[in-house]
């Protein structure tokens, strides 16, 4: 009763960089520092009271963890073709101007994969409640948004396709 446990995860070109980088990395700097950080504590001595030893055979199960984990990702992923979206209506990887309807505040987002998600730098998850209330709105529409703190009404300024 094998049943396959990948997801399909959407990526941007960047956020699929990153994931190939940090393979990379893991994969031919982080595992030989570890199998040296072994071999030097398999050096001096009884292994049964080698703490150095425990500490980096536990390290090295955690990065091929990591490592096993970032490949399935890297399997399953799916690029997300910028060049045929659609600026008519939200969607992921649009950028939506809103204005709260309440105070008349501007804010800026671009709906992003739920992993390339980073508030600080405006980019918000298609997940979350603001983006799930925006997507296949067009410019112009009026929107009520149910979040964690009531209810927002807000309006599309304007949709922009990078």
Do not use: C, W
Request: aromatic share 4%.
């Amino acid at each position: 009763m094998a049943t396959d446990m990948t997801q399909v995860t959407y990526y941007t070109k960047e956020g699929f960089e990153k994931l190939k980088i940090e393979l990379e990395h893991l994969v031919h700097i982080e595992r030989p520092l570890i199998s040296q950080q072994i071999a030097e504590a398999r050096d001096k001595g009884d292994l049964s009271e080698n703490a150095e030893y425990d500490a980096a055979k536990n390290a090295q199960g955690m990065l091929e963890m990591r490592i096993s984990k970032l490949q399935d990702l890297i399997r399953s992923a799916r690029l997300i073709d910028e060049s045929k979206m659609d600026a008519s209506k939200v969607q992921i990887l649009s950028t939506v101007k809103i204005r709260n309807l309440k105070n008349n505040v501007e804010m800026t987002y671009t709906l992003v994969p739920e992993n390339e998600a980073d508030l600080k730098s405006g980019k918000l998850s298609v997940s979350s409640p603001i983006a799930k209330g925006l997507l296949g709105k067009s410019k112009g529409s009026k929107v009520d948004i149910t979040i964690p703190s009531g209810s927002i009404n807000v309006e599309i300024v304007e949709i922009i396709i990078k």
